[in-house]
Nanobody, 116 residues
Framework: QVQLVESGGDLVQPGGSLRLSCAVS???????????MGWYRQAPGKERELVAS??????NYEDSVKGRFTISRDNAKNTIDLQMNNLKPEDTAVYYC????????WGQGTLVTVSS
């Protein structure tokens, strides 16, 4: 069974940086083919939205995070990471890791709070 565990969420001041990591455990081959790996977020009172994703063809970012966030895969560590720079209060949300194979797998989320 594939499991995703996020870490790295914290309270940070505006303009600061955080690095989120998603540890992938279990036999990922059981949910092949993998279509995308990515990060979503859900702010209070809002719908969950895609922040960044990686597929075999491309890397995709939500418009408001372009130039500030970078998604990457570390195959050696089996993680999906999200480097977030120049954070803004509107980035405050629970961030979820997601893998879409023949089924979708979600992590439990990690809270990012951007506030002075």
């Amino acid at each position: 069974q594939v499991q995703l565990v996020e870490s790295g969420g914290d309270l940070v001041q505006p303009g600061g940086s955080l690095r989120l990591s998603c540890a992938v455990s279990g036999s990922i081959s059981t949910i092949y083919p993998i279509r995308i790996m990515g990060w979503y977020r859900q702010a209070p009172g809002k719908e969950r939205e895609l922040v960044a994703s990686i597929s075999t063809a491309r890397v995709n970012y939500e418009d408001s995070v372009k130039g500030r966030f970078t998604i990457s895969r570390d195959n050696a560590k089996n993680t999906i990471d999200l480097q977030m720079n120049n954070l803004k209060p509107e980035d405050t949300a629970v961030y979820y890791c997601y893998i879409q194979g023949y089924v979708g797998i979600w992590g439990q989320g990690t809270l990012v709070t951007v506030s002075s």
